[in-house]
Nanobody
């Protein structure tokens, strides 16, 4: 089985910073793309940032220039450095990995989510 576990969420004041991390573990053959999504109360889940296995990144317009996604392929981890946080960044943040299990098929796997609250 494959597990994705996020960490690093919490309460931060507007203008502050947080760093989220996500580690994938289990019977993993290869991880392709990794991504961060978020879901605010009453809203649909939205894509925040993605990163390929080669390190190519994309960002939502709303976070470009403030957030940075990175990954460590050797450790099966993906991180999201969030700077200049705004109240509208408040949401549950989820990591997603597109991967192939050992002896299995390729698919998307999700973490359980970590709460980020930006408030004074």
């Amino acid at each position: 089985q494959v597990q994705l576990v996020e960490s690093g969420g919490g309460l931060v004041q507007p203008g502050g910073s947080l760093r989220l991390s996500c580690v994938a573990s289990g019977s993993i053959f290869s991880i392709y793309s990794m991504a961060w999504y978020r879901q605010a109360p009453g809203k649909q889940r939205e894509l925040v940032a993605t990163i390929t296995s080669y390190g190519i990144t994309t960002y939502a317009v709303s976070v470009k220039g403030r957030f940075t996604i990175s990954r460590d392929n050797a450790k099966n981890t993906v991180s999201l450095q969030m700077n200049s946080l705004k109240p509208e960044d408040t949401a549950v943040y989820y990591c997603k990995a597109n991967l192939r299990e050992l002896g299995g098929s390729r698919g998307d796997y999700w973490g359980q989510g970590t709460q980020v609250t930006v408030s004074s």
